[in-house]
T-cell receptor, first 117, second 114 residues
Framework: GAVVSQHPSWVICKSGTSVKIECRSL??????MFWYRQFPKQSLMLMAT?????????EQGVEKDKFLINHASLTLSTLTVTSAHPEDSSFYIC?????????????FGSGTRLTVV | AQSVTQLGSHVSVSEGALVLLRCNYS??????LFWYVQYPNQGLQLLLK??????LVKGINGFEAEFKKSETSFHLTKPSAHMSDAAEYFC????????????FGQGTELSVKP
């Protein structure tokens, strides 16, 4: 089946620095990828839709200048948390679906635990 | 807009007992519905999904769910709980009008007592 790889699985960074998280579709091409954020004991909150070759679409309330998304190829999307602060500490998860499966075939990455100190 | 409501943020069952996790959805179009399981500090694993066709859907690990349009429900069941079923479960609906992004319920934490 479709596999989505997310890297790193966990990262600790200092306040004010930037962190990049990668999301790769290993065996399929993904024109669209989604980025979610999850706080402890809470559900997944969609942050943005990453579109290959074009600008990402951000959900209401998500700061696009803080959470930079780049989808430069059909197999890679990156989320960069800029000038990170402790309140950005969270679990970030990406998902993608093979074009052949459309909206019924989303696979999730294993997630990235970000801790800002 | 589509939405998902999971009744009960926490469900506790004894090992071997029936598991029932409730999910109701709101959608103006025929929905795609999903159940995912999440173990601590991991991503989401698909248990099962309904797109079209048979309304009783069988998934992995002995789970199944039934799509009931009249009740706008998609409850998840398993006849006999196992200790390894203890995890967080999420029901989701695919917003086909918004590029297929998933709308998640609040999640239900399943505990299994020995």
């Amino acid at each position: 089946g479709a596999v989505v790889s997310q890297h790193p699985s966990w990262v600790i960074c200092k306040s004010g620095t930037s962190v990049k998280i990668e999301c790769r579709s290993l065996d399929f091409q993904a024109t669209t990828m989604f980025w979610y954020r999850q706080f402890p004991k809470q559900s997944l909150m969609l942050m943005a839709t990453s579109n290959e070759g074009s600008k990402a679409t951000y959900e209401q309330g998500v700061e696009k200048d803080k959470f930079l998304i780049n989808h430069a190829s059909l197999t890679l999307s990156t989320l960069t948390v800029t000038s990170a602060h402790p309140e950005d500490s969270s679990f970030y998860i990406c998902s993608a679906s093979p074009k052949s499966e459309g909206a019924s075939g989303y696979t999730f990455g294993s997630g990235t635990r970000l801790t800002v100190v | 807009a589509q939405s998902v409501t999971q009744l009960g943020s926490h469900v506790s069952v004894s090992e071997g007992a029936l598991v029932l996790l409730r999910c109701n959805y709101s959608s103006s179009v025929p929905p795609y519905l999903f159940w995912y399981v999440q173990y601590p500090n991991q991503g989401l694993q698909l248990l099962l999904k309904y797109t079209t066709g048979a309304t009783l859907v069988k998934g992995i690990n002995g789970f199944e769910a039934e799509f009931k349009k009249s009740e706008t429900s998609f409850h998840l069941t398993k006849p006999s709980a196992h200790m390894s079923d203890a995890a967080e479960y999420f029901c989701a609906v695919s917003d086909l009008g918004q590029g297929g992004k998933l709308i998640f319920g609040q999640g239900t934490e399943l505990s299994v007592k020995p």
